[in-house]
């Protein structure tokens, strides 16, 4: 999961987000718990790959 997620004090305030990106892996489990698929996620979130998803939720 080291390879999918980034953590750094001057981006989104040291929360972990997707590597690449500016979006919260809490996001996606805040997804699925609302009920919604990994694919809803995806598409509402274009820049996160479906290759850091699926690292992170094996992890």
């Known amino acids: 999961m080291q390879d999918a997620v980034t953590r750094d004090p ?3 305030h040291g929360e972990p ?4 990106t500016r979006v ?3 996001t996606l ?3 699925l718990e609302h009920g919604d698929s ?3 996620f995806l598409t509402g979130f274009p820049t996160v790959s479906r290759d850091l998803a699926i690292q ?3 992890a």
Request: proline fraction near 11%; charged fraction near 35%; aromatic fraction near 16%.
């Open 10 to 12: 001057e981006l989104m």
């Open 56 to 58: 992170v939720l094996e």
């Open 24 to 26: 919260p892996v809490k």
């Open 29 to 31: 489990f805040d997804y």
């Open 17 to 20: 987000v997707f590597r690449g």
């Open 38 to 40: 990994p694919d809803d």
